[in-house]
């Protein structure tokens, strides 16, 4: 059973308002010069502690609910202590070293909590999202902003628009628990199947800790322990040989491909940022850009469309990252070839979901989170050696697939992104595509994906709208 909940904070007004996850019940507790509930508070969450019920918030776990907590191990309070509590919070987000300052444990919670925020890896910098920008992409019927500034001391009148703008953002934070709902079962799901909390765990974090578990099950050890605590098992790469990286097999036709690839076997590194800076590869009119993250290239402000004669073919490899090291043996020197074996399994554990489903999303996700975190100078699949052979190969390969396709007569790119390829061709020569397509697939081990477009309009590599034929 789960209660929504959100609070506000002001030096002389608390309020808390809850909504029941499914029934229109709604409660109100208010702390201010005019009315004091803060024992009605902790009686009510001590009823919802023996009712096994949950909390569920907003970005609760580092805000709402170490503020209720403060309350509930005091059996009361006054609104402006839990306003300094609320600043002090506040007061250490910026702070990398702080910021966990004033979390409280799960287990120490009274009621469990289940943050939507932390869910959707709204906690990362990059993918921050507020509750307003969701109202927004919910279509809700009005977005209100606080209504007072931080810090001001309130009216009794005042307090009444507190209290609506507080309603209010529960109803709005209870919408996006709905659109929720199959990350939170997944979640609660795995939590029972692992006896391990897995509740307010993003996508990637539940494949970096599943991968854990699962090594550490096998009788791999992923972490060493000491006086300090605590540290995770890796290996660092002083100096990288590329060359050391790359498939021996790897061969181009075109010349600018094998300059590049020349270009890249001569190269030592001793940090993997910075090594691809200006490395491009024309050809035909198509300019390929390597990257890190993967390459790219596009046609800019185009619009290209199929008919009678022509065809737009989209071509994309499935679960491509995971899949070279699955197939190749790619691993992390100090995880052993037992992690390629757990990698191939959550793969395969993955296609028992529908390919939409929000678990087969997860677990996508999951899968290219633990490449991502091997180039994670904090983590246990640090090792800078994989991840310069899954980015080095997948372009590599890309390449390969391009250079045969441009062999197709009349054949042109469109796009080419990270993990697959948008072509131009004539109808008649589609036989052609899928033979190349069948034979890259053949040398390489990896499958290919490919979906025909009716139109592309396309701005740039990460801009565009495409239709499906069909």
């Not at 120490?108 to 920008?133: E, G």
């Amino acid at each position: 059973m789960d209660f929504i909940y959100d609070l506000e904070t002001f030096p002389n007004v608390f309020t808390m308002a809850v909504e029941h996850a499914e029934a229109p019940l709604l409660w109100y507790f208010e702390i201010s010069p005019w009315r004091n509930d803060s024992r009605a508070i902790v009686e009510f969450c001590q009823a919802l502690a023996q009712q096994n019920a949950r909390m569920v918030g907003f970005n609760n776990v580092g805000f709402d609910y170490p503020i209720l907590h403060t309350l509930l191990r005091m059996g009361s309070a006054d609104a402006d202590t839990l306003y300094r509590k609320a600043m002090a919070i506040i007061g250490t987000q910026g702070d990398d070293g702080d910021r966990w300052l004033h979390q409280v444990k799960p287990t120490d919670c009274v009621v469990p909590q289940v943050d939507l925020f932390k869910i959707h890896h709204f906690d990362n910098r990059a993918r921050a999202t507020s509750l307003k920008a969701l109202e927004f992409n919910m279509r809700a019927d009005s977005i209100q902003d606080l209504p007072f500034p931080v810090g001001t001391v309130l009216t009794q009148e005042q307090a009444v628009v507190l209290r609506r703008y507080n309603q209010h953002d529960v109803a709005q934070t209870k919408a996006f628990y709905h659109h929720s709902l199959d990350m939170i079962g997944f979640r609660s799901e795995l939590t029972r199947t692992y006896g391990r909390d897995f509740t307010n765990h993003n996508d990637t974090k539940i494949g970096k800790d599943y991968f854990v578990m699962k090594l550490e099950e096998a009788g791999v050890a992923c972490y060493e322990f000491g006086p300090d605590g605590r540290t995770p098992r890796q290996t660092p790469r002083p100096v990288i040989h590329l060359r050391d990286a790359i498939l021996p097999w790897i061969a181009f036709q075109h010349p600018e491909f094998t300059r590049v690839l020349a270009w890249l076997k001569a190269q030592t590194i001793t940090e993997t940022k910075g090594v691809f800076n200006d490395l491009t590869a024309s050809v035909d009119g198509f300019t390929f850009v390597f990257g890190l993250g993967g390459i790219h290239g596009s046609l800019e402000s185009t619009v290209v469309e199929s008919d009678d004669e022509h065809v737009i073919v989209d071509l994309d490899v499935t679960s491509y990252y995971p899949n070279l090291a699955i197939t190749n043996g790619f691993h992390p020197a100090h995880l052993g070839k037992d992690f390629v074996s757990i990698y191939k399994h959550l793969f395969e554990q993955r296609k028992q979901y529908p390919k939409k489903s929000a678990q087969s999303a997860m677990l996508k996700l999951a899968l290219n989170g633990v490449y991502g975190d091997s180039n994670n100078k904090f983590s246990v699949f640090y090792d800078p050696l994989f991840t310069m052979s899954i980015t080095l190969n997948g372009q590599l390969l890309l390449c390969l697939l391009a250079e045969r396709l441009l062999a197709v007569d009349g054949l042109r790119i469109l796009q080419c992104n990270t993990d697959g390829i948008s072509v131009h061709l004539r109808r008649d020569q589609e036989w052609l595509l899928n033979e190349v397509c069948d034979q890259w697939s053949e040398q390489t081990g990896l499958t290919l994906e490919s979906a025909k477009y009716r139109i592309m309009a396309i701005a740039d590599v990460n801009s565009y709208i495409a239709e499906y034929e069909e």
